[in-house]
């Protein structure tokens, strides 16, 4: 759950933002595959999102349901499969479709698992056209994407590799899957695409992970989950890294990145980014957060008890606290 966002919207800081997000493998598959349900629709209407995925009926069923909803920001579904290059390749499609990939499933590999081979052995196979992230953005004039989040079963390093562009141009954070076995034939694992993230200015703040039992052992730990065989990787860019000098390092950017940090539950990021805006760039009160830094730490009855104003991160911003905000720090 967001800390600092209902403060920095009832302030009207998030007036100045417009938040965009590109979700590759958008199928629908429950509440926690829509941005709303995860508190996203704060940063509505300034709210844009592209979702892709390469089954039709899934993007048609998406936006009808988007239709339906009326919302007050801006979500279409694309039937398009992107990749690292404009082209035909072979869809290979699931038993379970959501597990449908370019890679072929490693069957073999699969059946020694429990609750796999159900959902990921292939049921068929299809042609389809691919094209890039980059590509799709050129055409569409799309300038910015903040948040990139990319599930399309072992294929990921492919969109990634097909967004180079736009990850150096504009993307603050990246949630995507990765696997640290081979659960599709010869796909990239956890160590490639950490690699390339990497090199390419992002830095890894968490594993979701996902474990699974031998299939024919009667017998399980009750220590360990099983062998770890896949996660979702949450990685974010450090602008305030003093050793670096890039074009996104800008007070609206860095602002961008601690609401994307605050709403994926890293609010100690957060927090840590809006105190630095507060004392480089505070004389502007576009950036002075010491108000909704104050606000938000009080809905904490332990720090209320400790006394705020004893905290050493409120020592150093106390000087830009304003308002009835003061009386909290008595």
């Not at 801006?74 to 404009?86: R, V, Y």
């Not at 840590?272 to 606000?295: K, M, P, R, S, V």
Request: charged share 20%; glycine share 6%.
């Amino acid at each position: 759950m967001p800390v600092f966002l209902s403060s920095l919207k009832k302030s009207g800081h998030l007036d100045q933002l417009q938040i965009t997000i590109c979700n590759v493998g958008s199928r629908k598959l429950g509440s926690h595959d829509d941005y709303t349900s995860l508190g996203w629709d704060v940063f509505a209407p300034r709210l844009t999102i592209y979702g892709f995925d390469a089954d039709i009926d899934a993007c048609d069923e998406a936006n009808a349901e988007l239709e339906a909803r009326q919302i007050n920001w801006t979500e279409k579904h694309i039937p398009l499969a992107l990749g690292n290059s404009i082209g035909e390749s072979t869809l290979y499609v699931t038993k379970h479709p959501m597990c449908s990939s370019l890679y072929p499933p490693n069957e073999p590999y699969l059946a020694r698992f429990g609750g796999l081979p159900e959902l990921v052995n292939l049921d068929f196979t299809m042609e389809i056209e691919t094209t890039t992230l980059d590509i799709f953005c050129q055409e569409e004039g799309i300038k910015e994407i903040d948040f990139l989040q990319v599930d399309v079963q072992g294929a990921d390093l492919q969109v990634l590799e097909g967004a180079s562009e736009i990850l150096k141009r504009s993307i603050l954070a990246v949630q995507i899957e990765v696997e640290f076995s081979h659960l599709y034939a010869k796909q990239p694992l956890f160590a490639d695409v950490d690699m390339y993230l990497r090199e390419k200015g992002f830095t890894l703040f968490d594993l979701a992970t996902s474990y699974r039992v031998r299939a024919r052992s009667p017998i399980h730990s009750r220590v360990r989950a099983g062998q770890l065989l896949w996660a979702d990787a949450f990685y974010f860019r450090d602008l305030i890294r003093e050793d670096i000098s890039i074009p996104l390092k800008t007070p609206k950017q860095i602002f961008k990145l601690a609401c994307i940090a605050d709403i994926m539950n890293f609010p100690d990021y957060a927090l840590e980014l809006l105190e630095y805006l507060t004392l480089q760039y505070g004389t502007d009160a576009n950036y002075n957060f010491a108000n909704n830094i104050i606000e938000s730490l009080a809905q904490f009855p332990g720090l209320i008890q400790q006394g705020l104003g004893s905290l050493p991160i409120v020592e150093k911003i106390r000087d830009r606290v304003s308002g009835d905000v003061q009386g909290l720090l008595a």
